[in-house]
């Protein structure tokens, strides 16, 4: 058994951990409701675009558009959302395992990292990867996800991809995210409203609006998806600190009884030891 100076040291290391992780759980728990915040608001935007294609479709074709053509092709560009930090259980290897299982079903398949860890995980093996971008940080910015969506733009245009699928963690509440996939390229047009139609005046003409539609409809879906991973990403934060301080707790109450039974064995010892010496002087 450890000796009572080596517990009364374990049990004052754990407390000094359990003080650090339940503030990053306070600070996760704080940048989850930020985060939840900026996804809220970026909802309806998001809806708002697919809502008006689908007014342009009902006056022009958006299947004949670059953007929205199926190529069938099986040159498939991941881009792959995780965090730049671990300290988040095991979000990004969620993550990460779940890009490479689709990855290895396509051979021609490339990847886009977004956040450090995917960067990581994607160095070490052989996979074809084209481009990254780290050190996202905490607050998403619209600007970041439209750097992205310009790059992939290109890639698709110039026929060096065939299309592009985001892979990221859906957000649904603090302890329930799940691991997604969707298309970004070709884009999917919106379905066709039912009900009573409207015509609506375009002007520019309906071409023109949809050439500036669609780019800002791809950045504003992979910024939404960026949005989602980095709620789920802190909402996996401040459940892994959460469980870090649970078992602080544990460690040190089974440490404590450890000092109570050293504490214990160390005074029944001294009284032996008095009670021996009294016989001797006898």
């Known amino acids: 058994m450890a ?15 359990q003080q650090i992780t339940r503030a990053m759980k306070m600070v996760a728990a704080a940048k989850l409701r ?38 069938d092709g099986k040159r498939i560009l991941y881009i792959v959302i995780a965090a730049d930090r671990g ?6 290897a ?23 860890r995917v960067r990581d995980y994607f160095a070490k093996r052989s996979y074809n990867v084209i481009g990254e971008y780290i050190d996202v940080g905490d607050n998403i910015e ?17 026929d060096v991809v065939d299309s592009v699928k985001i892979v990221y ?11 997604a996939v969707i298309d970004l390229l070709p884009a999917v047009p919106p379905e066709k409203r039912e009900g009573v139609k409207v015509e609506y005046i375009f002007d520019p003409s309906p071409t023109e609006v949809l050439n ?3 780019p800002r409809y791809i950045a504003t879906t992979l910024y939404r998806a960026m949005l989602e991973s980095k709620a789920s990403e802190q909402g996996a934060k401040m459940a892994a600190m959460d469980a870090a301080t649970k078992n602080a707790e ?23 030891e008095i009670v021996g010496g009294a016989d001797a002087l006898k």
């Open 250 to 272: 544990d460690m040190i109450k089974k440490l404590t009884i450890q000092k109570n039974r050293a504490r214990q064995a160390a005074i029944t010892r001294e009284i032996s």
């Open 169 to 179: 963690t859906h957000y649904k509440n603090t302890m329930s995210r799940k691991n």
């Open 34 to 71: 930020r985060a939840q915040t900026v996804l809220l608001q970026a909802r309806p935007y998001a809806d708002k675009i697919i809502e008006m294609l689908a007014r342009v479709g009902e006056v022009t074709d958006l299947n004949q558009h670059q953007l929205l053509t199926d190529r």
């Open 212 to 214: 500036e539609l669609l």
């Open 94 to 116: 969620q993550v990460n395992r779940f890009a490479s299982e689709l990855i290895k079903k396509n051979p021609e398949a490339s990847v886009i990292s977004v956040g450090t």
């Open 142 to 158: 619209y600007r970041q996800a439209h750097e992205i969506a310009e790059a992939v733009i290109t890639y698709f245009l110039n």
């Open 87 to 92: 300290l988040c259980g095991s979000y990004n």
């Open 3 to 17: 000796n009572l100076k080596d517990i009364k040291r374990r049990i004052k290391s754990v407390k000094n951990t």
